[in-house]
């Protein structure tokens, strides 16, 4: 793309997004990512239903009566976007790329994050960080963020990541609320950095597929290429014993990549590059406020 193509995209991109963390999914995302935790705001009197833990004995023993701590919850949070630009990224069998998608999906949460006054930063990997933007708040910020997105194209390996999961545990980095923009390939092996990082911070994956990576079409010799490792090869889609070991190597790793996640406790939604993603993420977003107890604004 030349400037104008990019600055034309990074436009669409931005009011798209914008409409929708403004209208849609203002309430959904404060609420299924709350805060950090609750900070002290004053007391009351007990009524009948509240909890015991929130009885200040401490003021209840001085007033004779008892009353209990109303807590507001600290809504400033960090958020870190951790965006997988590796080849892999750039399959779209139908109507866009994995990346163009997680690049909608990153846009849409940067201005939630904007709109509900969290501190986003952004991470950029491969097979370790390619680039970060450390946390900030305010327009500019956002704007920046948007722009940086907007001019990636996937490229490159990303066949391991223990350089991203060191990444996250070092000190430079606060616990945030990570959200992990990747697809089905993205190399999650059993390993001790990312079990840290899960236990540090709380990991969201967002993950990108495409109807063609699960299935090969009987259309005979075919030349493909790993857009990862660059190397060519031909098969024959028309041997069904070829196709069917193909389907069962990529249900393999999805399901092992599935296991991993909800092992670690990381919540996770799939998007599809034949559909829209915002009903799926809807539908996420409200099964996260559900699962958790939590209530809408």
Known sequence: ????????????????????????????????????GMEFADVRPYTEGDEIRLIDWNVSARSQ?????????????????????????????????KFDLLVELAALFILSGFYAKDRVSLALVRSRVETFIPAAKGWTHAAR??????????????????????????????????????????PLLPMSAFAAACRKHEVVALLASDPREWDLPPLGRMQIRNPETGEHRV?????????????????????????????????????STDADYEAPLRRFLESRIARRGYRRP
């Open 235 to 271: 098969i024959n889609t028309s041997e069904a014993a070829l196709r069917q070991e193909y389907r069962s190597r990529v249900q393999h790793r999805r399901q092992e990549m599935i296991k991993m996640l909800e092992g670690n406790r990381v919540d996770w939604v799939e998007f």
């Open 145 to 186: 963020l948007l722009r940086e997105i907007v001019v990636q194209q996937p490229e490159g390996g990303g066949d391991e990541m223990d350089q991203v999961w060191s990444f996250l545990n070092s000190p430079g980095v606060p616990r945030s609320l990570v959200l992990l923009l990747t697809d089905f390939l993205v």
């Open 65 to 97: 009566s008892l009353y209990v701590k109303r807590m507001m919850e600290e809504r400033e949070r960090n958020v870190l976007l951790v965006l997988d630009t590796s080849g892999s990224l750039s399959f779209g069998s139908v109507r866009r790329t």
């Open 1 to 36: 793309m030349d400037v104008n193509e990019l600055l034309g995209r990074a436009q669409r991109l931005e009011l798209k997004s914008r409409y929708l963390a403004r209208s849609q999914y203002a309430g959904l995302y404060s609420s299924a990512f709350r805060g950090l």
